[in-house]
């Protein structure tokens, strides 16, 4: 007899851990999903870098699950979304309504209600790919914390996809999301790439008669980015003075 079913083994599966929603440059949206290697599952497995076992990849579509489904051609394994722990949203992509996505999300079978939500001020990649989960063997488990830290400081709230819906469907009041965003050590080292790279095309074009009006210009640049708010009522994600190796924050709503 001929085989009526599909395998659905976990070597078949890549488990997406999260996923970020933006606008895309030549489609609607840009969809980036970041899912772990199957080491990553095993506490005894795999690299000692946690970095090194998360994978991360985007493609552009006019839809989410259609651009999952492009993703599955490049991946070559089946996208599950079961094990997704956090959706980020950019803000830029947020500001313009995301409510048809909300409801896309929350009608799929595969995705948890209590699944994190997330509306970062830098791109989803960037966010994505600074999270280095390094107090964690297992990167899986990062994602856990959203619900511990928001219990132990004021500065987040555990905000789910289940509660977005809700508060998206009442008429008594507005849904809200973590707001996230990079560290000091994660802008630090996006404004040193950006300034190399402006400060090589300057010398290219600029003459040795303006370069005396040029390097005031960029030593009066350094003052302004440096200026970090401090008081606790003003702070909010992407404007911290945290340093270290992970340089994903999430501070406000």
Do not use: W
Not at 68 to 96: Q, T
Not at 157 to 163: E, R
Not at 181 to 200: F, H, I, M, P, Q
Not at 237 to 246: E, Y
């Amino acid at each position: 007899f001929s085989k009526s079913h599909v395998s659905r083994d976990l070597s078949n599966l890549a488990y997406v851990l999260a996923l970020g929603i933006e606008k895309g440059e030549n489609s609607k949206l840009k969809i980036t999903a970041q899912f772990a290697k199957d080491s990553a599952f095993s506490p005894s497995g795999g690299s000692s870098d946690e970095s090194e076992q998360l994978v991360l990849v985007s493609g552009e579509s006019d839809s989410i699950f259609s651009g999952i489904n492009l993703l599955n051609s490049y991946i070559g394994k089946e996208l599950n979304l079961a094990h997704c722990n956090l959706i980020v949203f950019s803000e830029e992509f947020a500001s313009e309504g995301i409510s048809n996505e909300i409801y896309s999300l929350i009608n799929n079978e595969e995705i948890r209600p209590s699944t994190n939500i997330v509306v970062s001020t830098c791109s989803p990649y960037d966010y994505l790919d600074n999270i280095n989960p390094n107090l964690e063997k297992l990167p899986t488990k990062y994602y856990d914390t959203f619900v511990i830290t928001s219990k132990l400081t004021g500065y987040i709230s555990d905000i789910t996809l289940g509660d977005f819906y809700n508060d998206l469907s009442s008429e008594t009041c507005q849904p809200t999301a973590i707001l996230g965003g990079l560290n000091s050590t994660a802008r630090n080292e996006s404004s040193e790439s950006s300034g190399s790279s402006s400060s090589s095309n300057s010398s290219q074009s600029s003459s040795s008669g303006n370069s005396e009006q040029n390097s005031n210009q960029q030593s009066s640049n350094p003052t302004e980015s440096n200026n970090s708010i401090i008081n606790p009522e003003q702070l909010v994600a992407g404007t911290s003075s945290i340093i270290g190796n992970r340089g994903s924050e999430n501070i406000g709503m």
